[in-house]
């Protein structure tokens, strides 16, 4: 635990007058020393040598400025202060215990509440839709050379691959909630030798970043997830630096229309509306970019919606877009839709069917991406 507390005004100082700071690690020695009843013995538990652990200690008590323990015949036995410190560093350790499990079940809540999940398929999923959509989003997601940039929400890199390799003069920090797929995100930027992007492990409600450090920040699909995604943009708001920019691409679920018409693929794609709305989120965010951005403070807004149009002359697109994109979406949540009876195991067969019917020859499919770029004034 990277944890340090300062002991001036904890339960500590009344015991002693620390003029120092005491580190988590020495409360764990004498906790473990306690427990254990000998140096060697906690010298093995902590992965220590019996030298370091001997160190530690006398560096503890010259913090202390008095003796934990009073050493008879090579034993150690607790002095009254000792007592005072080992009981209440025992009730600090707990805290901290208890603190790291809270944040911990909020990670864990928030990891469950993301709606398309960790797999494998979603992987594939995210990798095909970025590869696809790829010009029509990003020909012009450009910044000035030596810029920082913050990616928010960064999943498996599909998008840091991209706008990596189209910025090779600026950095970017790509932060996720999820370290699964923040490894595959290494993974593929070692793959593709991309040397400008730093992964880190963030929720962007508390990012782990100086107030005004980033030049830019971009985000890809990711305030349709959040609960109260005006919380995450004043987090934004607070590391953009004055005159910086950030970029919001959202879908829209509600702009998705399609040839042949099916009541059975509009109950499907209702279902995963319906789904994400019950974990917090919002399918059909991108219509809303602009008034979202405009409360939140940013200025100089310009949205542009992005309309996907597949027929039989793109069939690259009829792969890419309706199949591996789209339907695989809503048919990657069949099994929480069905968990949560939100429609029938036989509606959203219906329901995938008919999107795949729309692959078809004669088929036709649209749906609309918005795009916001906004300054910080
Ligand atoms: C639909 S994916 C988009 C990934 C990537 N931007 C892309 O377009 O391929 C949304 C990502 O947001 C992440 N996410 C959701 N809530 C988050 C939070 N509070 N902080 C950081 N990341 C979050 C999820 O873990 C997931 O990887």
């Known amino acids: 635990m990277a944890l340090f507390i300062r002991t001036e005004a904890d339960q500590l100082s009344s015991v002693f007058n620390i003029k120092v700071m005491i580190e988590v690690r020495h409360l764990k020695l004498i906790d473990t020393i306690a427990k254990v009843g000998s140096l060697k013995k906690a010298a093995e538990k902590l992965f220590l040598t019996q030298s370091a652990l001997s160190h530690q200690l006398k560096e503890l008590e010259a913090q202390l400025e008095t003796q934990v323990f009073y050493r008879i015949n090579n034993q ?7 007592k005072e410190f080992r009981d209440a560093g025992a009730d600090i ?49 450009i ?6 940039i913050l990616e928010a929400g960064c999943g498996v890199g599909a998008q840091t691959k991209i706008i990596c390799s189209s910025n090779p003069a600026s950095n970017f920090i790509a932060v996720d909630l999820s370290e699964k797929s923040l490894s595959q995100a290494n993974e593929m930027v070692k793959e593709n030798d991309i040397k400008n992007v730093e992964f880190k492990q963030a929720d962007v409600f508390d990012l782990p970043f100086d107030d005004a450090c980033f030049d830019h920040v971009f985000i890809c699909f990711l305030l349709e997830h959040l609960k109260s995604p005006e919380v995450a943009l004043k987090e934004f708001k607070r590391v953009l630096k004055k005159g910086g920019t950030i970029t919001v691409i959202e879908g829209d679920h509600g702009s998705t229309y399609f040839y042949p018409e099916s009541k059975a693929a509009r109950k499907a794609i209702e279902a995963q509306i319906s789904l994400q709305k019950m974990n917090g989120g919002n399918t059909n965010i991108g219509r809303q970019l602009y008034p979202i951005l405009n409360d939140a403070g940013f200025k100089d807004i310009k ?17 890419g877009f309706i199949k591996n994109t789209f339907t695989a979406m809503i048919r990657g949540v069949t099994e929480e839709a069905l968990s949560k ?20 020859g004669g ?15």
């Open 363 to 377: 088929g036709t499919f649209c749906y609309t991406f918005f795009k916001a770029n906004a300054i910080l004034e």
């Open 93 to 141: 350790l707990n805290q901290l215990k208890k603190l790291e499990n809270s944040v911990q079940q909020i990670n864990q809540d928030q990891l469950r509440d993301y709606v398309h999940g960790y797999s494998e398929e979603e992987t594939k999923r995210l990798n095909d839709q970025a590869k696809t959509v790829s010009d029509l989003l990003h020909w012009d997601s």
């Open 341 to 360: 009876k939100v429609i029938s195991s036989q509606e959203m067969e219906d329901g995938i069917q008919d999107l795949y019917k729309t692959a078809e």
């Open 76 to 82: 150690l036995h607790f002095t009254p202060a000792g």
């Open 303 to 319: 949205v542009s919606p992005r309309q996907v149009y597949v027929d039989d002359s793109k069939p690259e697109m009829i792969e």
């Open 143 to 148: 910044w000035e050379d030596g810029s920082l």
